[in-house]
C-alpha cells in the first residue's frame, strides 16, 4: 500500500515516497531513497545522481570540452 489503502504501484514506479509512487533508480527528486534529489542539470541514473557527461564518459574518450578518464570528467 503507498499513501492509501489498497493503492499499489505500478511497476514502472514500485518504489513508495510520501505516498507517491516513484522509481528510486531514475526519479530525480527520490534518487536512490526518499527525498534524496539531484542538483540541476544532474540525472538520476541507477540510483545514483549523475552528470550527463559522466555517465556517456568512458575512459580516453571526451564529452564536450572536458576529458574524460574512467567514467569521469576531468
Known amino acids: 500500500n503507498c499513501g492509501a489503502c489498497g493503492k499499489r504501484c505500478p511497476r514502472d514506479r514500485r ?3 510520501a505516498a ?3 522509481d528510486l ?3 530525480n527528486l527520490h ?3 526518499c527525498n ?3 542538483e540541476p542539470g544532474v540525472k ?3 540510483g ?3 552528470d550527463k557527461c559522466e555517465d556517456d564518459c568512458a575512459g580516453g574518450t571526451c564529452c564536450g570540452e572536458e576529458c574524460c578518464y574512467g567514467g569521469q570528467c576531468c
Open 20 to 22: 507517491l509512487c516513484v
Open 31 to 33: 534518487c536512490g531513497n
Open 36 to 38: 534524496n534529489s539531484c
Open 25 to 27: 533508480n531514475t526519479d
Open 48 to 50: 545514483v545522481c549523475k
Open 15 to 17: 518504489d513508495c515516497c
Open 44 to 46: 538520476c541514473r541507477d
